[in-house]
């Protein structure tokens, strides 16, 4: 295998080389931008070399600091921002076995987590070493979802590697806008969650199915839940809603802009034994919350608001004013539970939204808990773009 280096030019020389398809590339990073990924970052930006060869999308490649150190092993990307996601600091191949210790290291962590359970995020992208990639498994079946070229050109192999671990009939690859199947896959999936079970559309649904990073805040309600009339905004297919309900709340109003999850939470409530308690309409969230209707509990779920660091400032006052309408509609002394599941709004900037949400209503808040993703969806530490939720419990007065 031939080997071509690409190194280091003066900005003069900026721009793109050919490169034969078939050759393994050696990309070689400016000076001193091999600091970052060297403390564990997975992402080569694009203007951190000089010079990029013209690679096909999905490509193996060697990163390479301007000293000829090696930095890492990855694979190419042709758009974006982010260049080449980072596999291995070392020369490994990227084969078959390579995806199948990935796949079984991540499982032996999901199964200590969950002893007897088979619904969870089987792999969290940079965090289990597959940057770029998202899988969950609900029983038999695993939904992986990715933007990636290079997934989508290795499929077979993920997908053989997944089957073959024990109880996986069926696999479900949503590569871009493309869809893979392998195995038994349904065009409906149910999975029990901690005691309930839920359904939802694979086709026609959201992200891999479920959102399995709320599961265990979910729970975290029980003292308050009993007696309590909740809101449960963004309520998708009635996780938190069919949770509130089994811990005791009398009443819940689910709401969500999509019919189809609305039409799965009334079957979910039922399934699950609230049915008489929940009721579910399909309606925007604010225009909900500015009805002059109170509730003891309100949760807020919305979808990112913030697709990029450039939307941030824009998403921060959407925040800001969904959570001041959300704390109009709690009683005083009630719960305002709010998520943001924005990679480019941290902690702080989502609290001090709270914080001036609280102060144009003149209402105290306590905060009593602030809580990321349940542990299937771990925090790598050298990347804090992957502790992308955050989930705050509030007292209102």
């Not at 070392?90 to 999901?110: G, W």
């Not at 987590?113 to 998202?134: A, K, N, V």
């Not at 349904?186 to 999975?191: F, K, Q």
């Not at 709010?338 to 914080?355: G, N, P, R």
Request: proline letters at 4%; glycine letters at 10%; one cysteine or more.
């Amino acid at each position: 295998m031939t080997a071509c280096a690409v190194g280091w030019q003066s900005p003069p020389f900026l721009g793109y080389t050919s490169l034969p398809m078939h050759e393994k590339c050696q990309v070689i990073l400016k000076p001193r931008e091999d600091r970052r990924l060297l403390r564990g970052h997975l992402w080569a930006y694009r203007n951190e070399f000089a010079v990029m060869p013209k690679l096909p999308d999905g490509a193996v490649v060697d990163v390479v600091s301007e000293t000829g150190r090696l930095v890492g092993r990855g694979f190419y990307q042709s758009e974006g921002g982010i260049a080449v996601r980072i596999l291995a600091r070392k020369s490994v191949d990227i084969d078959a076995d390579f995806f199948l210790h990935r796949i079984v290291r991540a499982l032996r962590f999901r199964q200590r987590l969950f002893p007897g359970q088979t619904s969870y995020r089987w792999i969290h992208g940079e965090s289990d070493g597959l940057p770029g990639l998202m899988a969950d498994r609900y029983g038999g079946l695993v939904s992986a979802q990715t933007s990636c070229s290079f997934y989508r050109q290795r499929a077979d192999e993920l997908a053989q590697a997944f089957l073959a671990q024990d109880g996986v009939t069926g696999v479900r690859l949503q590569a871009g806008s493309e869809t893979i199947r392998f195995g038994e896959v349904p065009a409906e999936l149910t999975a029990e969650i901690d005691g309930l079970v839920l359904t939802a559309d694979l086709e026609g649904g959201q992200k891999t199915g479920l959102f399995l990073d709320q599961r265990w805040n979910s729970q975290r309600l029980a003292a308050f839940a009993p007696g309590a009339r909740v809101l449960d905004a963004h309520c998708y297919v009635g996780l938190w809603s069919c949770r509130l309900a089994l811990q005791g709340a009398v009443s819940v109003f689910g709401v969500d802009s999509s019919q189809q999850a609305i039409d799965h939470a009334r079957r979910n409530a039922e399934r699950n034994g609230v049915g008489d308690r929940c009721a579910f309409e399909r309606a925007d969230v604010s225009e909900t919350l500015q009805r002059g209707d109170r509730y003891d509990i309100v949760l807020l779920d919305p979808p990112a608001l913030a697709k990029g660091r450039g939307s941030a400032a824009k998403a921060l006052g959407l925040y800001q004013s969904l959570n001041r309408d959300a704390m109009a509609a709690v009683e005083p002394g009630g719960f305002l539970v709010t998520s943001s599941c924005s990679h480019a709004v941290d902690l702080d900037s989502f609290f001090e939204a709270i914080k001036r949400a609280a102060r144009a209503l003149q209402r105290d808040v306590w905060i009593l808990e602030t809580r990321g993703a349940a542990p299937d969806h771990p925090v790598l530490a050298a990347m804090p773009e992957t502790a992308y939720l955050k989930t705050m419990t509030l007292r209102v007065f």
